[in-house]
């Protein structure tokens, strides 16, 4: 980064009609001091890459040393500054017809400060985007657009909102549990088997398969079901609807129909007619 001299790329945005675009990006070796009693109008990222800043929002203010970021959502009143003698960052602003359904998907739509971010890869994606823009004044909205989605997905899985566990810190202790559950799904089993087996209280596995997959383990469960169901009923075509059922774990047919129309909108029968109708168009 040390190569980098102070940049600033701002982008027109009066004809973007792009679902997510980068509206501004930079590095700043020396970070100037702001105070924004209206906020800014786009989503904004500011990172601390040396030095340290003092950042306020909301009437609480935060220290941003190496390592650390703040998202905000737009018009968001708030004033940064210099603390001692450097403060480098670098930041992105963003914007989009689809960016709040994006970020919402994400969990990432509301403004906060992420921590313990020194070992990965936001600055590097950052500075790469930097590197492509100037390197080629033409370069594709489009593909910036690329970027700032891997951005924002690795935030979503690796970032830690005031030292909260990231999400792949949450997928570490799920990953065993649904592992068996691939095994077991088909067999008689609920919450409370769930909870046995794991060792865990049925309130902590509720709250942890809430924070990896915003779902009730149970309600994974019985997605995990339909989606076996489903390679049942295109694979094995001749095999009765009964049957599928009670291969996936359903203790009845009609409960079976009943779930997987609500899951999928249609009914079992109606999607194995649908994907076999498909493969002999396509022979």
Known sequence: MDRFKKKRYTFSTSENTLPL??????????????????????????QTIDGQGSFTYYGQEYLLTSGKGILLKPYTPHAYYTKGKKWSTMYITFGGDSVVS????????????YTNMEKLPFAAIIEEML???????????LELSSFLYNFLIHLRKYGKVNNQPSLSNFYDKVRPIVDWLEMVYAENIG???IARHTNVSSQYLNRLFQDTFNVSPYSFLIQLRIRKAKEILVQNPEIPLKNVAH???????????????????????????????????TK
């Open 21 to 46: 675009f980068v509206e501004s990006i930079g590095f700043n070796p020396q970070e100037q001091d702001f105070t924004r009693p209206e906020g800014y109008p786009y989503y904004h990222w500011l």
């Open 102 to 113: 994006i970020l919402n998907s994400l969990k990432l739509n509301t403004s906060a400060m």
């Open 131 to 141: 590197m492509k823009v100037e390197a080629d004044s033409e370069f594709s909205r």
């Open 191 to 193: 919450l409370q088997d």
């Open 247 to 281: 291969l996936v774990g359903f203790n009845d047919v009609s409960n079976f129909v009943a779930t997987f129309k609500k899951k999928e909108g249609i009914t079992p029968k109606k999607y194995r007619d649908l994907h076999m109708n498909n493969f002999v168009s």
